[in-house]
C-alpha cells in the first residue's frame, strides 16, 4: 500500500515538474494521505448518509428534532442494486434557511461524524495528551472557552480569542485573519501549533497520526470510513464533518420572523415588516413553554409575562437600532449575521492607535500580489448567534460583556491609521482637512497620522442609554435553543456499525 501510494504520488510530480521541492515532500508521507482500500470500508448498504433539511424543504416541519432518523431508497453504485438504508436527517435550525456548504469530496456519513466527534473530543491529537479542540471549544462554554485568549498544552497563554465554533460550518474562510479556506483545513492548524497542541521534534501531525495508528479501534474506524489508516487528510474530514453539525439557531428573534411571514402571508399584506406584536406573540409561546429566551432576556417565567408587550417594544428598537441607526447590519449581516469580509476597527490598537506587528490582520494572510492596505489590521466579522455564551468578545477578548461592546461601537471603534471607513465619519474628516487647509483652527482632540498627518475620525452613534440597552436585548434575543444531548454531550453517541 505503501510503496503504491508513493510511487503514484511522486511521479506525476516529478514528471510535471509542477511541485515545489516542499510539495514534493508532502506527498510523500504516508501520515498525509493514503489511497482509500475500498475492501476495508464499509459496504455500501451499511453506510449512512448523513443530510440537512432546510426550513424550505416541506418535509422540515414534519421532522420533530434536529437529529432523525429515516430511511432511503439509494442505487448501490458496485452491484447497481437498489438497496433500502437508514439515513440520518438534519433539521437545520429556524433562521438559517441555508445547509452548510459540504465539499464534495468529504461527504457526510454518520460513522465520519462519529468518528470526528471522539476525535474532536480526544486530546490524543496532543503532544501531551491534555489537550483536546474540546478544551478551547467546549461544549458547555458555547464552543468557545470562556477566556480573554486561550490556553494550550503545558499552560501556555496563546495570543487570541478563541472564537465559538458554532455555525463556523457557515463561514467562507476560518480564523480571525481567514487563514483556513474550509473547516478541514483549519482542523489541521491547532495540531502544529506548539502554543495549542503540540510542541516537540519533529512533524507533530506524523507523531499525532503514528499514535491514533497504534490505537485499534482508531485504525478500525478510520478504516471502515475511508479504507486507509489514520492519516492527516481522514482526521481533518472526520472533524470537520462533526462540526457541520455544531448548528445554532431557533433564536426568540428567528420565530418572531416566521410569525410575522406567517401573518404576512395570511393578511395578504405582502408587508413582511416586524412589528412589536411579533416580538410579542414569540415571548406569549416563549412564557407558555418557559423557554431558555426567558433567562436569556433576564425574564422571571412566572412574574414577568405581564410585561411582554414592554419587552416586545423594546426588542423591535433594538432590532430596528441594529439596522438603521447603530449600523450594525452594516458587516453583520446575513442569517449568521456576519457578511464573511474583514474590517478594521481598532480593537487591537493601543490609546496612541498603534497597531503592534501581531495585529496585522487579513492584510498579512493575502497572497503576494494581492495585498491590498485596507485590509491591515482587518479581522473577520463574527456571527452573532449564541453571544450569550462566548463572553469575553472581538479577537483581542478585550469587551466583557455586550454592555462594553456596544460602548466600543458607541465611540466608533479605536482610532488607528487603518480604521474601516464605515467605522468612520468621512464628512467630518473632509471638513477637517479643508479647516486646515484653510488655516482655520481645528479640533486638537482629533487623531493625525503618517506623513500627511490624515485626520481618522471614528463615526459616533450618538445612542441614548435607552438605545443601548434594547440594542443589548436584541443582541441576547439572538441567542439561541440550546444543542441536542447527541451534539453538545460529549458521551453520547448514536448506535453504529463499524
Ligand atoms: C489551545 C486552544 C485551542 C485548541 C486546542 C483548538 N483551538 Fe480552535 N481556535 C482557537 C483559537 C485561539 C482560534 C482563533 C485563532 C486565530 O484566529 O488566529 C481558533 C479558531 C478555530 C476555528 C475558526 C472559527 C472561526 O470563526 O474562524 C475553528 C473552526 C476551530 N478553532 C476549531 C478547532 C478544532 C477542530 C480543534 C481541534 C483540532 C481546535 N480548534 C483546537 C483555540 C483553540
Ligand atoms: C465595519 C463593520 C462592523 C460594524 C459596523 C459592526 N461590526 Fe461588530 N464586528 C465586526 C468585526 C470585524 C468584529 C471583530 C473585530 C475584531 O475582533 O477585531 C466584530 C465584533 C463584534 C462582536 C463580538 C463578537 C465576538 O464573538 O467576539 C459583537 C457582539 C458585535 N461585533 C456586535 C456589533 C453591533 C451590536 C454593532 C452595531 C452597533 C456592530 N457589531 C457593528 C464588524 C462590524
Known sequence: MKRYNRLLMLTPVLILGLATPSQAQVSEKDTYYQLPDETRMTPFRDQ?????????????????????????????????????????????????????PVPAENPMTLQKWVLGKKLYYDPILSSDN???????HDPTKGFADGRKTSVGIQG????????????????????????AISLEDQAQGPVTNPLEMFAGKGDP??????????????????????????????????????????????????????????????????????????????????FARKGPALKDLGLDPEKDAGRIPEIAQRLLNGRNLFFNKARCANCHSGETFSDGEFHNLGAGADTQGNLPASEVGRFARLPLGHKNPLLIGAFKTPGLRG???????????????????????????????????????????????????????????????????????????????????????????????????????????????W
Open 387 to 497: 453571544l450569550l455564551h462566548t463572553a469575553p468578545y472581538m479577537h483581542t477578548g478585550t469587551e466583557k460583556s455586550l454592555e462594553e461592546v456596544i460602548e466600543f461601537y458607541d465611540r466608533g471603534g479605536n482610532a488607528n491609521p487603518w480604521l474601516s471607513e464605515k467605522m468612520r465619519d468621512t464628512a467630518a474628516e473632509a471638513a477637517y482637512l479643508r479647516a486646515r487647509a484653510a488655516g482655520q483652527p481645528v479640533d486638537p482632540n482629533v487623531r493625525t497620522f503618517g506623513p500627511a498627518k490624515r485626520p481618522i475620525i471614528p463615526l459616533k452613534l450618538n445612542l441614548t442609554p435607552q438605545e443601548k440597552a434594547d440594542l443589548v436585548l436584541f443582541l441576547k434575543a439572538l441567542n439561541g435553543d440550546p444543542l441536542e444531548p447527541i451534539v453538545a454531550d460529549p458521551n453520547k453517541f448514536p448506535e453504529v456499525k
Open 48 to 100: 449512512v448518509p448523513m443530510v440537512f433539511v432546510t426550513p424550505n424543504q416541506p418535509e422540515w416541519k414534519s421532522l420533530p428534532q434536529f437529529w432523525n432518523e429515516g430511511q432511503e431508497e439509494a442505487i448501490d453504485p458496485s452491484t447497481g442494486e437498489k438497496v433500502q438504508r437508514r439515513v440520518i436527517k438534519i433539521k437545520v435550525p429556524l433562521g438559517l434557511t441555508q445547509a452548510p
Open 130 to 136: 491534555t489537550v483536546a479542540c474540546a478544551s478551547c
Open 205 to 286: 501531525w506524523d507523531e499525532a497520526v503514528a499514535r491514533l495508528r497504534t490505537n485499534p479501534d482508531y485504525v478500525r474506524m478510520f478504516q471502515a470510513v475511508f479504507g486507509t489508516l489514520p492519516t492527516r487528510d481522514a482526521a481533518a474530514k472526520a472533524i470537520a464533518t462533526y462540526e457541520r453539525t455544531v448548528l445554532l439557531g431557533n433564536s426568540l428573534h428567528d420565530r418572531a420572523e416566521a410569525r410575522m411571514r406567517q401573518r404576512v402571508t395570511e393578511e395578504e399584506s405582502g408587508k413582511f415588516e416586524l412589528t412589536a406584536a411579533d416580538y410579542a406573540a414569540a415571548l406569549k409561546d416563549e
Open 156 to 179: 501556555q497563554l496563546g495570543p487570541i480569542n478563541a472564537p465559538s465554533v458554532f455555525n463556523a460550518a457557515y463561514n467562507k474562510l476560518q480564523f480571525w485573519d481567514g487563514r
